[in-house]
């Protein structure tokens, strides 16, 4: 496995289907080794959820949707919620991906926590937000939040198939 560079980031960019769309601005959001995610909506966690065995008995937590505010800044107090990105993901059958939290946002006293973008993934991710600092969080709409990190697998997966492919898009891309 090797993380992609921003050249193969770049080239896989200009595929059908692109490995990232709906970007705000490609020169700005294109890193050395990823390629940085922004902020289209928050939602605040509104119901407990339950993970099972299987996922037929999973409840995934309610959310309610919050606004932002003059200037497009949204204030957040302490505590958990869910964000969803601007950009869309496309993932290869071979290549996978990791989000790390931006180290300013880090600085800020807060951090998203995301799972594994699955080889064959496509959609709009959510991930969860966690506000540490007592004295809460200021984000703008689009700001940069995560860095989205590609790495080649050794050889094609499958791809993913689960409850999550095509989520928060309307008309997913058929792989």
């Known amino acids: 496995m090797s993380i992609l560079s921003r050249d193969d980031i770049l080239s896989l ?29 928050i939602s605040r966690l509104t119901s407990c959820g ?19 505010g003059q200037g497009g800044i949204i204030h957040l107090e302490s505590g958990s919620y869910s964000i969803t990105y601007n950009e869309i993901v496309h993932l290869p059958k071979d290549i996978t991906a990791l989000g790390l939290s931006r180290s300013s946002l880090l600085r800020c006293g807060s951090s998203l926590h995301t799972a594994v973008w699955d080889a064959g993934y496509s959609g709009r991710s959510e991930s969860l937000l966690v506000v540490h600092n007592p004295l809460g969080q200021d984000l703008e709409k689009d700001s940069r939040v995560l860095q989205l990190v590609f790495s080649r697998l050794t050889g094609k997966s499958p791809g993913y198939d689960g409850t999550y492919q095509g989520e928060n898009i309307r008309e997913p891309y058929k792989m």
């Open 50 to 68: 339950r993970l099972a065995l299987d996922n037929k008995n999973r409840i995934v937590s309610m959310q309610q949707k919050l606004d932002f």
């Open 13 to 41: 960019i200009k595929c059908d289907p692109p490995l990232v769309e709906s970007y705000i601005d490609l020169e700005l959001q294109l890193q050395t080794n990823g390629f940085d995610l922004s902020l289209r909506s």
